[in-house]
């Protein structure tokens, strides 16, 4: 069993920059792709960024292309801990920020791939 506790998130202006992080339980965590979704009100719940863990292509990182080249997504697999930082933040980036974890070396952007879920940090950007 998996459990994911985020934690970060905050009201900011346009411009402005935060940093998620995700602290996760369970001795396998660094074989676990993690994922960062986020869900905007009356919208689907969408993939921001996501990390693979060391099995398959280890470490490789994805980006939604609404946030390449302002977020950056890490992990430290001796702290069991995945990190969101948010450069540049603008208004269309609020939303509820989640944390996901699979058993599976593949990224994927389906939220139902995904079997272990945070309760999510809100962040919320005015202009």
């Known amino acids: 069993q998996v459990q994911l506790v985020e934690s970060g998130g905050g009201l900011v202006q346009a411009g402005d920059s935060l940093r998620l992080s995700c602290a996760a339980s369970?001795?396998?965590?660094?074989?676990?792709?993690i994922a960062w979704f986020r869900q905007a009100p009356g919208k689907d719940r969408e993939l921001v960024a996501g990390?693979?863990?060391?099995?398959?292509?280890?470490?490789?990182?994805s980006y939604a292309d609404s946030v390449k080249g302002r977020f950056t997504i890490s992990r430290d697999n001796t702290k069991n801990a995945v990190d969101l930082v948010m450069n540049s933040l603008k208004p269309e980036d609020t939303a509820a920020y989640y944390c996901?974890?699979?058993?599976?070396?593949?990224?994927?952007?389906?939220?139902?791939?995904?079997?272990?879920w945070g309760q999510g940090t809100q962040v919320t950007v005015s202009s």
């Open positions: 990390v693979t863990g060391i099995t398959g292509i280890g470490g490789r990182q």
């Open positions: 369970g001795r396998t965590f660094y074989t676990l792709v």
């Open positions: 996901a974890a699979r058993r599976t070396h593949v990224l994927s952007e389906t939220v139902s791939d995904y079997e272990y």
